[in-house]
Nanobody, 115 residues
Framework: QVQLVESGGGLVQAGGSTRLSCAVS????????MGWYRQDPGKQRELVAG???????NYADSVKGRFTISRDNAKNTVYLQMNNLKPEDAALYYC?????????WGKGTLVTVSS
């Protein structure tokens, strides 16, 4: 069993910052890719940022320069630092990891941005 538990988020003012965390536990040997996704109601889930075990990162164009993904391999935890938040960043944020061909998801954490 692999479990992903997100934390952080909540209500943030536009222009503000918050940090999301996602701890992965269970039958894990090694996690290469860890990603943060978000989904608005009625929209498709989109990749916000991803990071490999070696530290290579990629970001959605809409968050480049504002969000930073990082990870602690010893703790199997991935973080998403979100700065200069905009109303359009409001969504349910999920972390996800593929392990041995299976993609695991957390339950999500809600980020609300007030303008």
């Amino acid at each position: 069993q692999v479990q992903l538990v997100e934390s952080g988020g909540g209500l943030v003012q536009a222009g503000g910052s918050t940090r999301l965390s996602c701890a992965v536990s269970g039958s894990i040997y090694s996690i290469n890719f860890m990603g943060w996704y978000r989904q608005d109601p009625g929209k498709q889930r989109e990749l916000v940022a991803g990071i490999t075990r070696g530290g290579s990162t990629n970001y959605a164009d809409s968050v480049k320069g504002r969000f930073t993904i990082s990870r602690d391999n010893a703790k199997n935890t991935v973080y998403l630092q979100m700065n200069n938040l905009k109303p359009e960043d409001a969504a349910l944020y999920y972390c996800s990891v593929p392990i041995l061909g299976v993609t695991y998801w957390g339950k999500g954490t809600l980020v609300t941005v007030s303008s």
